[in-house]
């Protein structure tokens, strides 16, 4: 039962991505605004058929590991605020970097 549930999720989160890209490419691409990020959709359509493809490789071939857990990792990173998350720690990433440098640079001098 649960890789039919899973299934049927994976449906409806495909479904959703080729609406919003439809949406994108009939009606906001030809007056170049961009309502949806073209490569974020794609990334999770990638995502939908790996996941879609580990199902088929664990029903066929019943392997001891799955790699579900990448096509997951794929769908939370493509939440919206964890995408939110990801651009904060980015726009602080230098200033943590000058740090580490500080710091490696003390430790190596003394």
């Known amino acids: 039962w649960g890789l039919l549930i899973e299934a049927v999720i994976l449906f409806v989160i495909a479904r959703k991505l080729l ?10 691409k030809p007056i170049k605004v961009g309502y949806h ?16 493809a580990d199902m088929l490789v664990y029903v066929i071939f019943w392997p001891s590991f ?28 230098g200033e943590f970097v000058s740090i580490a440098v500080i710091y490696v640079g003390t430790v190596i001098f003394f």
């Open 19 to 28: 609406l919003e890209r439809m949406l994108q490419v009939r009606y906001f």
């Open 37 to 52: 990020s073209l490569p974020v959709i794609r990334f999770g359509l990638v995502m939908c058929l790996w996941k879609l």
């Open 66 to 93: 799955r790699t579900a857990f990448i096509a997951r990792t794929g769908f939370l990173i493509m939440l919206p605020s964890v995408r939110r998350l990801g651009h904060c720690v980015m726009s602080v990433i």
